[in-house]
């Protein structure tokens, strides 16, 4: 139902030598819990599986000394989850996934997870409300994609990410509390090549969502425009993102993005009315200028400080500037010179209800 990817300890050879050693780690549902009987209560959270692992010089000896310990074959197919701790990501993807690559059986439609922690130690966290630990994942990551806060990316996407030159991989970042039984969404892990460089919040991913796919991602949070002592906020009900591509009088290539939002006032902490023009005018001006300050500072982290286009710029490019990127040869060292011109607009359509 899930699987699990950590480094383990290097183990040393007969000729005095360190490889570096991985554990794989399964988690298997047992069928007698899962089934129940007249009148009794389904088995849920940790009585329902068996969390099992295995250490090999690659995936593929896991695997091997995984199957094992099992009387019957693992199938795959199966798998609903792909778990892969931070340290692994750092030290490069692409040898990792070339097992679950070749392999026929794995869905390439299973969602790929990196883990602030051990991915060992995430398959063994049991929230309380979570019937099967796999499909509370599965759960958690759809319904944030539904609610346009996290990216849609399937094992598959990833994999053609990796092996595009004009686009870096990204991956959902998940945290876990052993102890507590929390799990929770913490953002992006952003990927230069298949090396993990960096990370974005939750915040700072909404931000990408918007400029990157024109997502509406979540709230949008401002000072009162009335009384400046209160906060705001405002959910957007619709996006409309236009990107052009242009170069500059450098050579350097210049994304002019256009970004206009539709909203309405969610909450607010005082209670002033904003059914004056003149308020309403200056409270979509406000919004705009914050929205525009967060995109642009995750831009140029992005782009300065981990050296990843992750936005699919190059992409862009390469589509409309084919004799333009026949010239590149590093598209990194290029990328690092790209500019970004936003123009955000928006437009707040409701002001609540007022008692």
């Not at 991915?119 to 944030?144: C, G, R, S, V």
């Not at 906060?231 to 450098?250: A, C, G, Y």
């Not at 981990?306 to 936005?311: G, L, S």
């Amino acid at each position: 139902m899930a699987l699990g990817l950590d480094l383990a300890e290097r183990t040393e050879t007969e000729n005095y030598e360190y490889i570096s050693m991985v554990k794989l780690t399964a988690q298997v549902a047992i069928p007698e819990k899962l089934s129940g009987g007249a009148g009794q209560p389904l088995t849920t959270g940790a009585e329902a599986v068996w969390n099992v692992s295995a250490i090999g010089r690659n995936v593929s000896m896991c695997y091997v000394n995984l199957q094992q310990r099992l009387q019957d074959e693992l199938f795959l197919g199966h798998t609903r989850v792909l778990v892969i701790s931070e340290d692994l990501a750092r030290e490069g993807l692409s040898r990792y996934m070339n097992f679950f690559r070749n392999n026929p059986e794995f869905r390439r439609l299973s969602y790929l997870l990196i883990s602030e922690n051990k991915a060992e130690d995430l398959l063994n966290t049991f929230p309380k409300t979570a019937n099967l630990q796999a499909i509370y994942l599965m759960n958690l990551i759809e319904d944030e994609i539904q609610r346009q806060t996290m990216p849609d990316l399937p094992f598959i996407e990833i994999a053609i990410r990796d092996v595009t030159s004009g686009v870096d991989p990204i991956a959902v970042l998940i945290s876990s509390d052993k102890e507590t039984g929390n799990i929770k969404y913490s953002g992006l892990a952003v990927f230069r090549g298949d090396r993990m460089v960096g990370k974005l919040d939750v915040e700072e991913t909404w931000s990408y969502l918007q400029l990157a796919e024109g997502k509406l991602s979540g709230l949008q949070v401002v000072r009162d425009v009335e009384s400046e002592i209160g906060r705001l906020s405002i959910v957007f009900k619709d996006l409309k993102r236009k990107m052009r591509l242009v170069l500059t009088e450098k050579g350097n290539f210049k994304f002019e993005c256009k970004l206009s939002f539709e909203g309405i006032i969610f909450s607010q902490e005082v209670p002033a009315v904003y059914n004056k023009e003149i308020y309403l005018d200056q409270l979509e001006n406000r919004v705009s200028t914050e929205v525009k300050r967060e995109i642009e500072t995750v831009f140029y982290k992005v782009q300065q400080k981990y050296n990843a286009d992750i936005f699919g710029f190059g992409e862009l490019v390469k589509a409309y500037m084919p004799e333009e990127w026949k010239r590149i040869e590093d598209w990194h060292e290029e990328f690092k010179k790209v500019e970004l011109e936003l123009d955000v607009e928006t437009i707040i359509r409701k002001s609540g209800m007022h008692m």
